[in-house]
């Protein structure tokens, strides 16, 4: 009985909602120059109906796919901070989730909270240990509206879908998207534990905080306080006084140090762990002198290995000019719907990405001209006109690589080198991780079958390639004195043919690389399993 009447009050606010919608937001947006008041508007009402409005309105806000790229910009604001709740209620939350009273719980605990969000706010506080930590609580009561407010979206959800009112796009699979997707962040123990993860790999002169677990229950996280000032503020700081007046507040500041920080530790976390902060905006982002904090770990994006590959081979690409080859892996990205423009959407994102690959390597050109972000408006520009769709981890992923170029632009230093930098040094790092001897040997003996079948011309092969000078020193040092010599014999033969391959065939690595790569790993297990053999026969 509680749950329909939640159900139906929430359903007359809903209804409330869409009148407003109609009579303030729709007659504004028929027009080119009403839209930005009309949009302004709709992020007003949306501001003014709560939790779950709010929520609906920052996930819209990613969804760049489906909606202009005006809207979502003033959509973004709705991450800007909301009016807190009274601190009697943040007293009674408290107390009820540690069922002791608040003098018991910390020493001390600030009356205003630190930063206000529409599911959480934050607050300082000490523990009775004598730490200094950051409190955030759970709004009261949003968990059930939240819940009410799913089961009324879903219902009419599935009727707008089986009225086909959206055409192919299905409003069940956004509703249950955005229901999963703000689920996550209802969640503190999750974003406790994605805390801790981040940590483990946030690299040098950057820091997250330390989750304090004996003060963390459901509807409380509480983590170590990190002192600095907020990007936010160092631009307004930057735009108003230039660098002196940044130093007048954070003594000894350097931009370009600590936004190398952030971007290795970001570009680290996307790439290499497939699991980032997924909203880098300037409040979550806490400058010091050569250092940079991160806070807030409720939208945390993860990648699967096969697309971190094909985002890094991508930009690889993008950077270097290689217009085709960018747009093939990019489309490889998104989905297409029925009614789907699929030569309009491959005219459309060539001229954007050319477009963005003049502006990187033109040297007078101004650096502004140079954020990805004005590019990716494009594409999704074009991917929404030809009917086209992409994966929230996607869309989470150029979101954050939007607003981490945005940090450096903000503060007047350059981002592509820190991209260039980082692509090439993960390419070198791949190159000496596939010929460690550990893993070689790990990857050759998977292949003994493969090699037991294949023909005894390969060693003539190998003869040709490597040169008789090569062979001798192979069976020079490749004595098969003992199990571990025989082993570093197998991994030194694995560089050399290696090095024989690649610098035969530079033209075709630099093309198809990917090919010649699995091509040439199972090649140079065999061929090292040809030498384990022959030293196996000579030694018996």
Known sequence: MRSFALDLLRSARLLRFALRCAIEFVPGARSEAGRVKAYRRL???????????????????????????????????????VAPVPFAQVRAVLEAEFERPLAEVFAYLEVEPVAAASIAQVHEARTHGGQRVAVKLLRPGIERVFAADMRIFRRLARLADALRLTGSISLTLLVDEFAKWTLRELDFPLEARMADALRQDAGPGVQVPVIDWSHTAPHV????????????????????????????RIPDFDAKVALHHLATSMLHSVFDRGLFHGDLHPGNILLRADSVGLVDFGIVGTLAGHRRELLATYYERLLRGDIEGSFRLLSQMWTPTEAADTAGFEREVKAAIGEWHRAIADPDGPLAATHWGKSSDKIFHAARRAHYTMHLDMLLFFRTMGQLHASFLMLGVDFIPELRAFLVDRARRRVVREFEPDDALQRIAGAVGIGAALPAELSALLQRGAGAQWEQRIQRIAQPRSRTASSRAIALALVLVSAAIAAGAPALLAQ?????????????????????????GRAA
């Not at 907020?230 to 940044?246: E, K």
């Not at 010649?516 to 030498?531: I, K, N």
Request: a neutral charge.
């Open 512 to 536: 198809q690389r990917f090919l010649v790569a699995g091509t040439g790993a199972l090649t140079l297990a065999v061929l090292a399993l040809h030498f384990m053999w022959t030293l196996r």
């Open 221 to 248: 996280l509480t983590m170590e306080f990190i002192d600095g000032v907020s990007l936010a503020r160092v631009a307004d700081l930057w735009r108003s006084g230039g660098n002196d007046a940044v130093r007048a």
């Open 43 to 81: 992020r007003t009402l949306i501001e003014r109906e709560g939790v779950t409005y709010v929520k609906i309105g920052q996930f819209l806000a990613m969804r760049f796919d489906l909606l202009p790229a005006p809207l979502c910009e003033e959509l973004a604001r709705l991450f800007d901070g």
